[in-house]
């Protein structure tokens, strides 16, 4: 597999993904699904090129794939316990104002 093909492919399917879950507009869905369209011919591209190479070098590219997405999901984590720790106690006294005025109701 080429390596920047298929980091290229990843974080295009990335950002089609939260293009989608986040945004809901038609204009959207539509960068959404050209950036998914993106990702999958990249990542076509790389299995394509990918056969060209030697043993040696494929688990080389592997390695470095397995890499960037270690740091993709450490990055991630630490966002979220960073963030989480920062808007824990807004987060919870916005619920409880809206539970005091009836507004909505969590049972967790």
Do not use: D
Request: charged letters at 20%.
């Amino acid at each position: 597999m080429c390596p920047i093909c298929w980091i290229s492919g990843f974080i295009a399917a990335l950002l089609g993904g939260s293009f989608i879950a986040v945004v809901n507009h038609p204009i959207s869905w539509i960068l959404s699904i050209i950036l998914i369209s993106y990702a999958c011919y990249k990542f076509y591209e790389a299995k394509k090129r990918g056969n060209k190479m030697s043993q040696e070098t494929k688990g080389r590219n592997k390695k470095t794939i397995f890499r960037f997405i270690q740091g993709v999901v450490v990055g991630s984590v630490f966002t979220v316990i960073i963030f989480y720790g920062l808007t824990y106690k807004e987060h919870q006294r916005m619920h409880n104002l809206l539970e005091k005025h009836g507004i909505e109701k969590h049972e967790h």
